[in-house]
């Protein structure tokens, strides 16, 4: 919808419920306190800008018809005119838009959609991390957006399991079209995997993070991405994901301590990271099969 980017500024209202997030945004023609769904090119009124607010629900939207020169983590290996996204309850909101759009929206309680909302690890991307999509994938997309509004519009007592399908099945093929755009951003995730590489295998010999344990947040974040974009970016190109790429650094520099030093056990597992000795040795032994006594002895 609305140019609606994640911030950390602080909200103007605690929380916005789905009515009072409507009539804060003047758009007609409220339902239920459930579910409501919107076309954009019926609200004529929408408000145009505002500082951030904080949703008490899931907001799943197309936004077609948007503007390029805006920061939507847009880059060159993108061609689209449209994106899909969902914002979910916590989020803080804001936007700026100079001109009417086109696309839809689904606004839905969290008690009817968290569940399923939360099988899917994008819940959790960033705006900059945005979903642009194809004109094939548009179609999809906008197609199953049309057919939950049809029944939301045409009856009184509107099927909420119905709409509900709806919205899951976009959540789908959102999850789909994420590979999609892993894939035609080859060239520019090849440079953020080898920077990953590189990062996990320099990662001790920065003196800050001595006795620090290296963490998927630590190196999205050197990445400019969410740990959960991260993560799937990570496994969809090496196979593995961050966590385990991690461990198995942390088991190759264990093992080459236990070889070529005579540090005591605990030491190593502090030099690690690992604040109790005994985390390191179940650690250990759940990744190689025995204990780091019994490697050293070896």
Excluded at 49 to 73: C, M, R, V
Excluded at 85 to 101: F, K, N, T, V
Excluded at 147 to 152: D, G, I, M, Q, R
Excluded at 208 to 235: C, H, R, T, W
Aim: charged share 25%.
């Amino acid at each position: 919808m609305l140019n609606l980017c994640p911030t950390g500024d602080k909200a103007l209202k605690k929380k916005y419920n789905i009515k009072e997030f409507l009539e804060y945004t003047n758009i007609s023609g409220f339902k239920n306190g459930h579910i409501h769904l919107v076309e954009y090119s019926s609200q004529k009124n929408i408000r145009r800008k505002s500082a951030p607010i904080e949703l008490d629900f899931y907001l799943l939207a197309i936004k077609q018809n948007f503007d390029k020169t805006q920061d939507y983590g847009q880059t060159i290996f993108d061609r689209s005119d449209a994106f899909v996204y969902l914002d979910q309850p916590g989020d803080l909101l804001q936007w700026d838009i100079a001109h009417q759009i086109s696309g839809y929206q689904i606004l839905i309680d969290t008690g009817l959609f968290g569940k399923i909302a939360k099988e899917y690890s994008f819940t959790y991307y960033g705006n900059h991390e945005a979903l642009f999509i194809t004109k094939e994938e548009e179609k999809i997309i906008t197609d199953l957006f049309q057919k939950a509004l049809k029944e939301f519009n045409s009856y009184d007592n509107f099927s909420k399991d119905i709409v509900i399908s709806y919205a899951s099945l976009i959540l789908s093929y959102i999850q789909k079209f994420y590979s999609r755009q892993f894939d035609t951003r080859q060239d520019l995730y090849n440079t953020t995997v080898a920077d990953f590489y590189k990062n996990l295998e320099m990662y001790y010999d920065d003196e800050q993070n001595a006795l620090d344990m290296p963490s998927v947040s630590y190196f999205s974040e050197m990445a400019n991405l969410s740990s959960n974009y991260f993560g799937d970016l990570i496994k969809h190109y090496t196979g593995r994901s961050p966590q385990e790429h991690i461990h198995q650094l942390l088991i190759q520099i264990a093992k080459n301590k236990l070889r070529t030093t005579s540090l005591s056990i605990s030491e190593i597992a502090y030099s690690l990271g690992f604040e109790y000795p005994s985390y390191f040795a179940t650690f250990f032994k759940k990744e190689t099969g025995i204990s780091p006594s019994v490697f050293r002895n070896q």
